[in-house]
C-alpha cells in the first residue's frame, strides 16, 4: 500500500518543562491542529481531523507518532470517525506510536461510526520502552441504515498491537461480520449495540488501582456488561458492552481522570468538542 489517502507525522520532545513538536508533517486528507495547552503542566494536546468529513471506499490513512524521554501528549480527533459505504475498497487506518522511556500518551479519539456497508479495517502499532505510558481508548458505534438494523455494516477490524522493549506484550483483535455471525448473541455484543475498549501500559499498575477502576465503573446506573483483565505487561485491558454511546464515554471518562491522577499527577483535560 503506497498510495496513502492521508498521512501525518508527529514528533514530539520535551523542552524546559513544556512538550514541543520538532517535527509535524502531514498531507492529503489528514491534518493537525495547532497544539493546545490546558494548563501549566507542559502537557500538550492535538486535535487530528480529517477535512473530507469521513472514509470513503479505498481510502488509506497513515499517523505516524514519537514521543521522546519526559514529554506528555494527548492525541484526539475533532469529530466521530465516520466509515460510508465501501461497495468496492476497505477503508484502512494504520498508526504507529514510539514511545522513550518516562513519556505519556493518551490517544482518546472520538467514537468510530460505521454506516450500512462499511469495511473498515484498522492496526495500532505501539513500541514501548519501559516507564513510558500508554493509554488508547475506542469506542464502536453502529450508524444509521435505512431499514433500522442495528447492524448493517459489512466488516469492522481492529487490530492492536503492544511492543514493550521491542518484545510483543499485547494483541487485540476485534473483527465483527454482521452478515456471518450474531453480533447479537452470547460471545459476541451480548444484547447490546455500542463497544468500548481502553487499554492501558504503565509499570504503575496495580491491583488497588483495578480494584479503584472496578468500583468507579459500577458507578453508572444505566444498563451495561464490562470486564477489566490484566495484560501480559504490566497494565490491563477493559471491556464495555451498552447500548449507546454516553455510557461508554461516562465510563470510559471516570477511568481515564483515575489513570490521569495517578500516573500523571494531574486531573484529565475536558476533550469533548460539544
Request: charged share 20%; proline share 4%; glycine share 8%.
Amino acid at each position: 500500500m503506497t498510495d496513502w489517502t492521508g498521512t501525518l507525522s508527529l514528533d514530539l520532545e520535551e523542552r524546559k518543562g513544556k512538550t514541543v513538536a520538532k517535527r509535524v508533517y502531514f498531507q492529503g486528507a489528514l491534518k493537525v491542529m495547532r497544539p493546545i495547552y490546558f494548563d501549566d503542566s507542559g502537557q500538550v494536546c492535538y486535535y487530528l481531523l480529517n477535512p473530507g468529513g469521513g472514509y470513503l471506499d479505498g481510502d488509506r490513512y497513515k499517523m505516524e507518532i514519537s514521543a521522546d524521554e519526559g514529554s506528555k501528549v494527548t492525541l484526539t480527533t475533532q469529530s466521530a470517525t465516520k466509515v460510508y459505504k465501501t461497495p468496492k475498497g476497505y477503508a484502512y487506518q494504520e498508526t504507529q506510536i514510539h514511545l522513550q522511556k518516562g513519556s505519556y500518551l493518551e490517544y482518546l479519539p472520538d467514537p468510530l461510526i460505521a454506516y450500512e456497508n462499511a469495511h473498515y479495517k484498522q492496526k495500532n502499532v505501539v513500541h514501548m520502552e519501559s516507564g513510558a505510558t500508554f493509554i488508547y481508548t475506542d469506542i464502536l458505534t453502529p450508524g444509521w441504515s435505512p431499514e433500522g438494523k442495528k447492524f448493517s455494516y459489512n466488516t469492522i477490524q481492529l487490530v492492536t498491537e503492544v511492543y514493550l522493549n521491542g518484545k510483543l506484550g499485547v494483541f487485540d483483535h476485534i473483527k465483527l461480520m454482521p452478515e456471518q455471525q450474531t453480533l447479537s448473541g452470547l460471545g459476541f455484543m451480548e444484547g447490546y449495540t455500542h463497544l468500548g475498549s481502553m487499554i492501558a501500559v504503565s509499570e504503575y499498575t496495580n491491583n488497588s488501582l483495578l480494584d479503584e477502576l472496578y468500583e468507579v465503573i459500577q458507578i453508572e446506573e444505566s444498563s451495561f456488561k464490562f470486564g477489566i483483565s490484566k495484560l501480559a505487561v504490566p497494565g490491563f485491558s477493559i471491556r464495555i458492552l451498552a447500548n449507546s454511546t454516553q455510557v461508554i464515554e461516562r465510563i470510559l471518562d471516570q477511568c481515564q481522570k483515575i489513570l490521569s491522577e495517578k500516573w500523571n499527577n494531574r486531573a484529565p483535560s475536558f476533550l469533548r468538542k460539544y
